[in-house]
């Protein structure tokens, strides 16, 4: 695979600074995936399933990272995933209890994935190294899908959409086998279809 065009050297970030910042943002997007999994839980369950599948691939990302990080020799970047919400951050959860709510958090949620793709792209524009440039290259296009998913739930919820698709019940709605099917890890495709979100 070729580079894109080089980085300026001014520009151009080394390997250790795109690795922290990648792992950084991942951090920052699992733990905001989580928070919306629990916001959600009472409210609609197809959306609370959503945001935790969405949060399993950032850390499937952060492995990644940390795997990329100790093939091209540097210190392995510090990835210490815990499982679930903590005490400390479910005390100020507040959950999502109507229609106006859980919409304003859509409307956010995918305000942030597309933040998150901007990001993504950048780093891979600062890239100037070639064992970097698969990952980020992965990186970019899953960031994409994710923000493509959200930009489609957004939608359809805001169009009154919800009964039709099911999305806040344990249905399997098709606009996620669509979205999906290629676009994520066979780990994740496998926990959609566990979870009762994708069509096979």
């Known amino acids: 695979?070729?580079?894109?065009?080089?980085?300026?050297?001014?520009?151009?970030?080394v390997p250790q600074e795109i690795l922290a910042l990648a792992t950084d943002y991942e951090r920052q997007d699992i733990h905001r995936y989580r928070h919306l999994a629990f916001q959600f839980l009472?409210?609609?369950?197809?959306?609370?399933?959503?945001?935790?599948?969405?949060?399993?691939?950032?850390?499937?990302?952060?492995?990644?990272l940390h795997s990329c990080a100790r093939e091209i020799g540097l210190s392995p970047v510090?990835?210490?995933?815990?499982?679930?919400?903590?005490?400390?951050s479910d005390a100020s959860i507040n959950l999502i209890n109507?229609?106006?709510?859980?919409?304003?958090?859509l409307r956010w949620t995918e305000a942030r994935a597309e933040h998150a793709v901007r990001v993504a792209e950048h780093l891979q524009k600062r890239n100037?190294?070639?064992?970097?440039q698969l990952l980020l290259t992965s990186v970019v296009e899953q960031k994409k899908a994710e923000r493509h998913i959200l930009q489609e739930v957004t939608e359809a919820y805001d169009l009154e959409f919800a009964k039709e698709?099911?999305?806040?019940?344990?249905?399997?709605?098709?606009?996620?086998?669509?979205?999906m099917s290629g676009?994520?890890?066979g780990s994740t495709w496998r926990s959609l279809s566990d979870i009762g979100l994708a069509n096979r």
Request: aromatic letters at 4%.
């Open 42 to 64: 009472t409210f609609g369950r197809g959306f609370s399933r959503l945001m935790s599948v969405l949060g399993l691939e950032c850390e499937r990302r952060l492995v990644e």
């Open 183 to 185: 676009s994520v890890s």
């Open 128 to 132: 100037a190294t070639h064992a970097l």
């Open 1 to 13: 695979m070729s580079l894109p065009d080089r980085p300026e050297l001014s520009t151009a970030l």
């Open 78 to 88: 510090n990835i210490a995933l815990s499982c679930g919400i903590s005490q400390a």
């Open 165 to 179: 698709v099911n999305l806040s019940s344990n249905g399997s709605p098709r606009i996620y086998g669509r979205l």
């Open 98 to 105: 109507h229609r106006g709510q859980a919409l304003a958090a």
